[in-house]
């Protein structure tokens, strides 16, 4: 007895010196199992390996994840398709396998307010995050913040640097705040220094028209959409707002009505 239990000290020390850390915690219970099963020697070893492999990838998707700074986690199973009739399901989940990352392709969500692009932009970078894929999201205040910041400290180059390194950048809410010249000329630089080396999503809630006036510039403006649009999957979304339907559901909307209306009165 004495003998067994020395030779599973021995061989949890050797699973863990070759970082199989899950094998050499659960050895015990998984020689037991297969003892019960009567697995071959072949058998037991792949399913060992299987479980390492799994535990493995599961613990980078989770570290990806962190790093992405995603503001919340949302999946495309959580995604209420049926509300947003003017989306085609199929062209999301082409989306989700990553192909576009792989490609180095854009995608553009266009759409007003709260029809659910950002949950769409998080979904893909977190089905990306699983893929292996480095994947960042930042607002674009967030992103024009540290760029400003790193050009007033001389160190744009190393943020652009910085920037170019994940292969699946999203840039959230343009549109919401417009540019200034300088702000734009930064974005153009970032956008120019990703062009066909890696993905950019971007969610806005404005048509592309529009851009001109959110850069403040319609030169600067077209040279970025020139860049993005090369190669890019460009979706408008035309549904209501999820977050007037949940109010509606609750009744918010309706006592509002009503209160106006009595003010009105």
């Known amino acids: ?17 070759l970082r199989l850390g899950r094998s050499a915690a659960r050895l015990a219970t998984l020689l037991d199992d297969a003892a019960r099963r009567e697995l071959s020697y072949s058998d037991f070893l792949e399913e060992l390996l299987t479980g390492e492999i799994s535990d493995k990838q599961q613990r ?30 199929k062209t999301i989940r082409e989306l989700a396998t990553g192909r576009f990352i792989g490609n180095a392709d854009n995608v553009l969500l266009l759409g007003p307010p709260g029809v659910g692009k950002t949950h769409l932009a998080v979904a893909i970078g977190m089905k990306a995050c699983a893929l292996g894929y480095r994947t960042l999201f930042a607002s674009a205040a967030t992103l024009l913040n540290a760029l400003t910041k790193a050009q007033s400290e001389n160190r744009l180059e190393e943020k652009l640097k910085q920037l170019t390194q994940p292969k699946l950048l999203i840039v959230d809410e343009i549109g919401y705040l417009p540019f200034d010249r300088m702000g734009a000329n930064l974005m153009f630089q970032l956008i120019s220094r990703r062009y066909e080396r890696g993905s950019v999503l971007i ?38 707002s999820y ?23």
């Open 1 to 17: 007895m004495s003998e067994s239990l020395t030779q599973l000290d021995r061989l949890g020390e050797q699973l863990g010196r």
């Open 203 to 240: 969610t806005s809630n404005q048509s592309l028209t529009g851009w001109a006036e959110v850069f403040g510039d319609a030169v600067i403006a077209t040279a970025i959409l020139d860049r993005l649009l090369h190669h890019a999957t460009t979706i408008n979304i035309k549904g209501e």
């Open 243 to 265: 977050r007037l339907k949940e109010k509606r559901k609750a009744g918010l909307l309706a006592r509002a009505r009503a209160a106006e209306e009595s003010l009105e009165t």
């Open 60 to 89: 980078n998707t989770t570290m990806r994840v962190a790093m992405a700074h995603f503001p919340f986690q949302k999946t495309l199973e959580e995604f209420d398709f049926k509300f947003q009739p003017s989306l085609d399901p």
